[in-house]
């Protein structure tokens, strides 16, 4: 599979946006992913790039998360602001990227956005909880390269 087009289908993208309004229900915090084919650059570096042009850098407690996904090259990267950086435990990426990374190795590329999605999620509404004068401040939709 390398089509961007090809990764998700219509139906699979709407059940990740659909993860993300849940995982964004409980917490201030944001959740987007970006999808697109190849980078020349290193897949991190590449990430915060889309993390800075989707101005996930701009929330208010600096509480945004991206999951990038490269599909040509097979290879994803989750990254978060500094607001969240300072706050989750040490191997919360890791064990993020894991649930991801088992879905992927079968496949089930959906359920490993979703399980993405949905554990960053709940990081975020320990230490971000949503208060009333909360705004989403960024598109839940999936973002294509």
Not at 28 to 40: C, D, K, N, Q, Y
Not at 104 to 109: Q, V
């Amino acid at each position: 599979m390398s089509k961007v087009e090809d990764f998700l289908s219509a139906t699979e993208e709407q059940e990740v946006v659909e993860a993300i309004l849940k995982a964004e229900k409980n917490t201030s915090g944001e959740i987007r992913v970006h999808i697109e084919g190849h980078t020349r650059k290193d897949h991190y570096d590449r990430a915060k790039e889309v993390f800075h042009l989707l101005k996930m850098d701009n929330t208010k407690q600096e509480n945004g998360v991206l999951i990038y996904v490269a599909v040509t090259d097979k290879k994803f990267v989750i990254c978060g602001d500094k607001g969240i950086d300072k706050v989750v435990p040490k191997d919360f990426w890791q064990t993020t990227k894991n649930s991801i990374q088992t879905q992927f190795e079968k496949g089930a590329f959906k359920d490993g956005l979703v399980a993405g999605v949905l554990k960053a999620g709940e990081e975020l509404r320990s230490h971000f909880p949503w208060l009333s004068d909360d705004t989403n401040e960024l598109s839940n939709e999936i973002s294509k390269g």
